[in-house]
């Protein structure tokens, strides 16, 4: 750790052991008993008077209590999100009280296999039993209650950690504001499963596994331990990553033929990671950890995901890492859907990261950005939503009002391309409608959510499908139809999704566009028309007339129909009821 | 083997073994000495009286000579590629003399680490000489010669087998017609190297694999072999794959704690595949030839791919599987892009298929139809490009007139969105031109080549990178530009790789057009343009002049133009000189 770094570092800190009380007949996991608990936990940062800004972290596999700040002088003593958590950073310690805990089963302090049972005198080993994700956080719910603390602002995770803050949201949900599940899944992939598999199979097949009872024997199972943790390395990774960082470069030791070693760098690195983990971690808790992952499964155990998040009272924030394969941004997709189905407040995003399911510890920036937007300001922290509202220009705020005149106070809204978030905001605020919105820009999803709203990371032309039938009053679509591949397919949506449809797009049929081709034999461009041919983002062209055609071909009711034009001429030949000839864009209220 | 599949069958085989007669100081290898030598081979088919109708298969890593028909009744007998292979199969034994052998470092009869070192009387075990894929070639190249054939009409392979038939094509070309490279790689990636290094590890750390020299000693690194054989396995699937074949199905067998395993199906497969591979495998022979793969690098052996293409004069077809992740399609687009910039001649298709690297053995179907159009017809088979010839409408006749009007005959042709290849079957019928075509429809990519073109599958608007500067006479780009996302660099694109450009293109200027925009305030449709506005391909639409405009913004020259009215309005207003009004279509000439 560099001097310099030590300024917006959490410290130097220190893992706590917490013996947790029991009852006399010990701690009923799903499959087993633990009569005796001891949690290891870190704390930063200062617990609020009223107690209303505490996090809780729940780290991955390999991770442990130690998320931020120092043990020591040594570089290696670094918390493992020591990017991510400290004093103005993502998770900001100077208005956080963050936890961090080792989970059950693990090896850093918190009861595992390694640990002494207390009917034996003897570490656990083969006698541990069978743990799973919603024991984990049970017994994080044991080490809170122990910290005589009653609600969590926000429970944060990756990966496993990731599982374990949505366990915790479904589990526990009069106690969670908000949560923010990075990288998960609702179960793990049949592949992500087939790697855990052949990495225990490499630890059990190691002869000085021993059936798990290794401990005090002087033999260890470090060559299965370490194939393990390769393969999970491999997986972290992103193959382009991979390539970045090693290529097929070589290193200058002399070619050697033991074990069939190559000079390839990278087997020097997966040797390493393999080395350095056998150090660190025990084979038992991988076991048992990797196992429980494997094992985690919402939809077997609750049916549905949808019933599964039923309980949630949490704001969530689901975030997928763009180029994670092992918990591939699809299955972060399949959770969002789901709690957007069940009706709960939920935002996604798809985090351009290159690194991988590693992304997360290491593509730090984005991340955090998002992170800060999404946690509640605790204390009297400046209302963004207003600043946003403020900056509207004048020529949007006629849309804006045109629109707003359109939709009743207190309904539900779905704004699909909802750009910078300030009709989002106009209805939250004139209208009290939580609106939730959809858009592809990563960008835009950062304001929404800063701006207090739920998002949707979605291309609109596929990004409906999971919003069940007649869930919205009214689906805005503003100035966005004319740059869909399938505008028809995305007008059916919006009808199934929403009761009533507000669309707004540049209209091809105004006098000027026709004057301008018919006379100059030039594609028009004009005010809602600002792009040369070559250089459009508009690959649908239409008129006024050919939208109303649609409608009456598709059986789509046209409620109302604003006309907005951008010149006098414009706006006499609207007064005479030629809307086609002079709107410049046009507003339509539409109903099935 | 089902009964009625057997008339499909190359039938009854055996696998023969040849002696091959080596230099009294032995075979040098690229990095040691062999001191006799027996390959183990299959042939099916008749050779022909001239010998010209010889395909060579070239296997995979655990494959064998065995590729088809069967040797005894029992299901297990089949060979492996049995599906592609036979009469009237995609390689078919009706007209092609097929070879398959065992590679050198096998363990399926040609001599391998388990083969008795003649020098000592035992098996080489630990002592066999480090190979490479080079010398699989050449061990193969002595088979040939002793089979007493000159020339190969094909060699073909997939995965390690693409890497040896292009190895066969580079080393040999004076031998080879065509070159079939399947799911291959000019050197494998990070990725894929770190999964062969963790598999070789694992039998390595297999206390009895012994340093290698198991044999005779009732102990063989079963357990380390099959560990690498299920990391193999994981990464020959795509994920979809494995998804569909066994999600998270779990069998009925009572949970059992011991090893830690789940009762997932996915676990029961890999431990099946795990132990089925121990019994027809050895463990040596996959330390040596997944090495042999990890090393191959055309790069670093001759400096780059074009210089390791250069000796090439083989027709070359590079396939890529769309979902096979462990060599990618974009490993496969470096092959055949490095083959055109070296100028040879060469097609490339990305097939879709869900099987993942597996599905070149898997994913039939496409496969056979695309190698069946390749493959040359030795005898006197049809002509397929009169046919194409043939078929062509008279209206397309009128703009393929114009367009070989302005091709001088004998020069080098790129046709940008080739479509059904007609173009090239005129120009090569006309001009004695042979273009090469470019196209993202599979379709059309099958019919180019069996119309015995070279074709590239790729999108115009990515697809011309590859391609040095003024490699090319002429660039046709036909009612296409209106269709890619950028235009401006697509016009700019062809303009670098060709000294001229030839574009046609719907004109939206058109008299009756602007008309019925003018007038009925509606997107026109007509001839050029037969889409609704919310259904057309066209996502940019411009006028000739429009097209004029950017041309002389950006400094293109235009040579000539040549207008297409489609009417007699039309025609009398280009006759007038009012070519934007009248024209329906236009072509034009550009250059820099």
């Given at each position: 750790m560099s001097r310099e770094n030590i300024q917006n570092s959490a410290g130097l800190v220190e893992t706590k052991l917490?013996?947790?009380?029991?009852?006399?007949?010990?701690?009923?996991?799903?499959?087993?008993?633990?009569?005796?608990?001891?949690?290891a936990y870190e704390t930063y940062g200062t617990l609020s008077p009223n107690k209303d800004n505490v996090i809780f972290i729940c780290h991955a596999?390999s991770g442990d209590a130690h998320v931020a700040g120092y043990h020591d002088d040594s570089n290696i003593s670094v918390g493992w999100w020591d990017e991510m958590v400290g004093p103005g950073k993502g998770i900001d310690t100077n208005i956080y009280f963050v936890i961090c805990a080792n989970?059950?089963?693990?090896?850093k302090g918190?009861?595992?296999?390694?640990?002494?049972?207390?009917?034996?005198?003897?570490?656990?080993?083969?006698?541990?039993?069978?743990?799973?994700?919603?024991?984990?956080?049970?017994?994080?719910?044991?080490?809170?209650?122990?910290l005589?603390i009653?609600?969590l602002a926000a429970v944060i995770g990756g990966?496993?950690g990731?599982?374990?803050?949505?366990?915790?949201?479904?589990?526990?949900?009069?106690?969670?504001?908000r949560?923010i599940?990075i990288?998960?899944?609702?179960?793990?992939?049949?592949?992500?499963?087939?790697?855990?598999?052949?990495?225990?199979?490499?630890?059990?097949?190691?002869?000085?596994?021993?059936?798990?009872?290794?401990?005090?024997?002087?033999?260890?199972?470090?060559?299965?331990?370490?194939?393990?943790?390769?393969?999970?390395?491999?997986?972290?990774?992103?193959?382009?990553?991979?390539?970045?960082?090693?290529?097929?470069?070589?290193?200058?030791?002399?070619?050697?033929?033991?074990?069939?070693?190559?000079?390839?760098?990278?087997?020097?690195?997966?040797?390493?990671?393999?080395?350095k983990?056998?150090?660190r971690?025990?084979?038992?808790?991988?076991?048992?950890?990797?196992?429980?992952?494997?094992?985690?499964?919402?939809?077997?155990?609750?049916?549905?995901?949808?019933?599964?998040?039923?309980?949630?009272?949490?704001?969530?924030l689901?975030i997928?890492l763009?180029?994670?394969?092992?918990?591939?941004?699809?299955?972060?997709?399949?959770?969002?859907?789901?709690?957007?189905?069940?009706?709960?407040?939920?935002?996604?995003?798809?985090l351009?990261a290159p690194h991988?399911?590693d992304a997360f510890l290491v593509d730090i920036k984005n991340l955090s950005e998002i992170m800060k937007a999404f946690l509640p300001w605790v204390g009297d922290g400046n209302?963004s939503?207003?600043q946003?509202?403020?900056?509207?220009?004048?020529?949007?705020?006629?849309?804006?009002?045109?629109?707003?005149?359109?939709?009743?106070?207190?309904?539900?809204?779905?704004?699909?391309?909802?750009?910078?978030?300030?009709?989002?905001?106009?209805?939250?605020?004139?209208?009290?409608?939580?609106?939730?919105?959809?858009?592809?820009?990563?960008?835009?999803?950062i304001?929404?959510i800063d701006?207090?709203?739920?998002?949707?990371?979605?291309?609109?032309?596929?990004?409906?499908?999971?919003?069940?039938?007649?869930?919205?009053?009214?689906?805005?679509?503003?100035?966005?139809?004319?740059?869909?591949?399938?505008?028809?397919?995305?007008?059916?949506?919006?009808?199934?999704?929403?009761?009533?449809?507000?669309?707004?797009?540049?209209?091809?049929?105004?006098?000027?566009?026709?004057?301008?081709?018919?006379?100059?034999?030039?594609?028009?461009?004009?005010?809602?028309?600002?792009?040369?041919?070559?250089?459009?983002?508009?690959?649908?062209?239409?008129?006024?007339?050919?939208?109303?055609?649609?409608?009456?071909?598709?059986?789509?009711?046209?409620?109302?129909?604003?006309?907005?034009?951008?010149?006098?001429?414009?706006?006499?030949?609207?007064?005479?009821?030629?809307?086609?000839?002079?709107?410049?864009?046009?507003?339509?209220?539409?109903?099935?």
């Open positions: 917490a013996k947790i009380q029991l009852p006399s007949t010990g701690l009923k996991l799903e499959n087993g008993l633990l009569l005796d608990l001891t949690v596999l989970i059950l089963g693990g090896c918190t009861t595992g296999p390694a640990s002494i049972n207390p009917e034996t005198g003897k570490p656990y080993g083969s006698t541990f039993p069978r743990i799973t994700i919603s024991d984990m956080v049970d017994v994080h719910r044991l080490l809170i209650k122990h005589e009653d609600r990966s496993l990731g599982m374990q803050a949505l366990e915790w949201t479904i589990r526990y949900p009069d106690m969670i504001d949560c599940c990288a998960a899944a609702a179960s793990l992939s049949t592949q992500a499963l087939a790697f855990d598999i052949v990495g225990r199979n490499s630890i059990t097949s190691d002869p000085n596994w021993q059936d798990g009872d290794y401990y005090g024997t002087g033999h260890t199972p470090d060559e299965g331990l370490a194939q393990a943790r390769k393969i999970g390395h491999i997986t972290y990774l992103s193959p382009e990553m991979m390539t970045e960082k090693f290529g097929r470069e070589k290193h200058d030791k002399t070619y050697s033929n033991a074990r069939f070693s190559t000079n390839f760098q990278v087997e020097s690195y997966l040797d390493h990671q393999g080395n983990f056998v150090d971690f025990d084979a038992n808790s991988y076991l048992h950890i990797t196992r429980a992952i494997d094992e985690y499964d919402l939809i077997e155990k609750h049916g549905s995901l949808e019933k599964a998040f039923d309980t949630i009272k949490a704001k969530v689901v997928a763009s180029s994670d394969w092992l918990f591939p941004p699809e299955q972060s997709v399949e959770i969002a859907n789901a709690m957007l189905r069940a009706g709960k407040q939920v935002s996604y995003c798809n351009q991988g399911h209302n939503r207003q946003s509202i403020q900056t509207i220009k004048p020529s949007e705020k006629k849309e804006y009002d045109n629109i707003l005149d359109m939709i009743n106070p207190g309904t539900k809204v779905l704004d699909l391309g909802c750009g910078n978030s300030k009709l989002l905001s106009l209805l939250a605020d004139k209208k009290n409608i939580e609106g939730i919105g959809v858009d592809i820009d990563i960008c835009h999803v304001e929404a701006s207090g709203h739920d998002i949707f990371q979605a291309d609109i032309d596929a990004g409906m499908a999971m919003i069940p039938d007649d869930t919205y009053d009214y689906a805005i679509l503003g100035e966005t139809l004319q740059v869909v591949r399938n505008p028809r397919l995305v007008l059916r949506e919006m009808l199934r999704v929403a009761r009533e449809g507000i669309v707004s797009f540049p209209n091809f049929g105004k006098w000027s566009h026709r004057l301008h081709l018919g006379i100059t034999g030039r594609m028009p461009i004009g005010n809602s028309l600002p792009f040369e041919w070559y250089e459009t983002p508009n690959i649908h062209l239409f008129t006024l007339r050919d939208f109303v055609d649609l409608c009456r071909q598709d059986g789509i009711k046209i409620l109302s129909t604003v006309c907005m034009p951008s010149c006098n001429i414009g706006k006499l030949l609207v007064n005479m009821g030629f809307r086609n000839l002079g709107a410049d864009r046009v507003l339509v209220k539409i109903a099935r």
